[in-house]
């Protein structure tokens, strides 16, 4: 009887022993547990707040691209805008030009003083031949080619100077009905197109640096 006791007693020593460590270890295993969740969630949150910090950047990104995108279309049609209005406006003065140099041809073809104290007198005719008249043609439409020439009646005027003859050869040698103001006109009209494609072509020049094109 007095040996079972210190058995006993070792059991039960023992089996509070393992007790005891079965409790240490469980409330252990919960904190490691709970300590782990706690670092996965503050993971998982801080994720959740990064992503929403890069979506808000994106969003913020093409807000601010497509509000640099609309200044730069508004500013490029109002500079386009401008051009083309300075262009309407360069050929109103253009036009006023020609109408003013058009009205003086009737007076610097017709009349001239000997001396600026001499009274006014007819201008003697000029006259030109087809030939002058073919030349003048080829060089305005920038070709070599002899075209055929209508009969024309005198005082006329068209974009080219006309011709009174067919072809050239010994046609050229003839007279051919075109005045001074015929040419004088000629060369007023073809002035005014020519300073329109010259400030079309620098308006175009202009738009095309602005917009950083070669």
């Not at 691209?65 to 730069?72: F, M, Q, T, V």
């Not at 036009?95 to 009349?111: A, S």
């Not at 005082?155 to 050229?172: I, L, P, R, V, Y």
Request: hydrophobic share 45%.
């Amino acid at each position: 009887m007095s040996s079972i006791k210190p058995v006993a007693i070792w059991l039960l020593v023992l089996v509070v022993a393992v007790g005891a460590l079965t409790l240490i270890h469980s409330h252990g295993y919960d904190q490691g547990f709970a300590l782990a969740k706690a670092q996965g969630d503050a993971a998982l949150d801080k994720a959740a707040k990064d992503h929403e910090a890069e979506l808000r950047y994106l969003a913020e990104s093409a807000v601010i691209g497509l509000k640099k995108a609309s200044d730069e279309l508004i500013a490029s049609q109002a500079y386009g805008n401008q051009l083309a209005a300075d262009l309407v406006a360069k050929r109103d003065e253009l036009r006023t030009v020609t109408e003013k140099l058009n009205g003086e041809i009737q007076r610097v073809t017709t009349l001239y003083r000997r001396a600026l104290d001499a009274q006014p007198e007819t201008l003697p005719p000029a006259l030109f031949t087809v030939g002058f008249v073919r030349v003048w043609n080829s060089a305005l439409f920038g070709t070599t080619a002899a075209a055929s020439v209508a009969v024309p009646s005198p005082g006329s005027a068209s974009s080219g100077a006309d011709a009174t003859a067919t072809g050239a050869g010994a046609a050229d040698d003839l007279i051919a009905g075109v005045t001074r103001a015929d040419l004088l006109a000629n060369q007023v009209r073809n002035g005014e197109g020519y300073a329109v494609c010259r400030a079309q072509l620098t308006k175009l020049i202009e738009w095309n640096t602005r917009n950083g094109r070669n």
